[in-house]
């Protein structure tokens, strides 16, 4: 993942020593993007949409087969 601004300014550099507040961080980030699914591996690239509203909508669909189960 490509450094940008929005990136670091709400996630610390981790370095190592930082790793439990990194975490709970860099977490927040990726699920306040819609990518917490596919970084915990319930989502695969080839089955991720780009447009945000599709992806929205499979999030969803995820959320309840987990909870389903």
Known sequence: MSSNNNTTSLVPILNGTNYVQWAVAMKAFLCSQGLWAYAKGDMHREEFPDKKEDRDA????????????
């Open 58 to 69: 499979m999030i969803v669909t995820k959320k309840q087969e987990i909870h389903a189960t």
